[in-house]
């Protein structure tokens, strides 16, 4: 079984920065994509940014030039460097992993359970 968990999350002022890890554990093989998504109140779960395992990356737009994503393969972390912070960006962020479990190159999505970031005006 494949574990994510989020850590990072909280309240923060606007213009402020926060930074988002999350890990996975439990029976891996190996990982492909790893991405951070969110969402809002009201709103459906959109794709925030997104790492392959050779380290591309592609972003939301309304991200670009404040958000950082990157990941650490020795640990299957993904990690997500927010800054600039608006109060639009306040949502659940998600995480979400790409996971072979059995060695067969057959992978499978797994979320995390959210953490909650809060921008205050």
């Known amino acids: 079984q494949v574990q994510l968990v989020e850590s990072g999350g909280g309240l923060v002022q606007a213009g402020g920065s926060l930074r988002l890890s999350c890990a996975a554990s439990?029976?891996?093989?190996?990982?492909?994509?790893m991405g951070w998504y969110r969402q809002a109140p009201g709103k459906q779960r959109d794709l925030v940014a997104q790492i392959t395992s050779g380290g591309s990356t592609n972003y939301a737009d309304s991200v670009k030039g404040r958000f950082t994503i990157s990941r650490d393969n020795a640990k299957n972390t993904v990690y997500l460097q927010m800054n600039s912070l608006k109060p639009e960006d306040t949502a659940v962020y998600y995480c979400n992993a790409e996971v072979d479990y059995s060695s067969s190159y057959n992978f499978y999505n797994y979320w995390g359970q959210g953490t909650q970031v809060t921008v205050s005006s």
């Open positions: 439990g029976t891996i093989f190996r990982i492909n994509a």
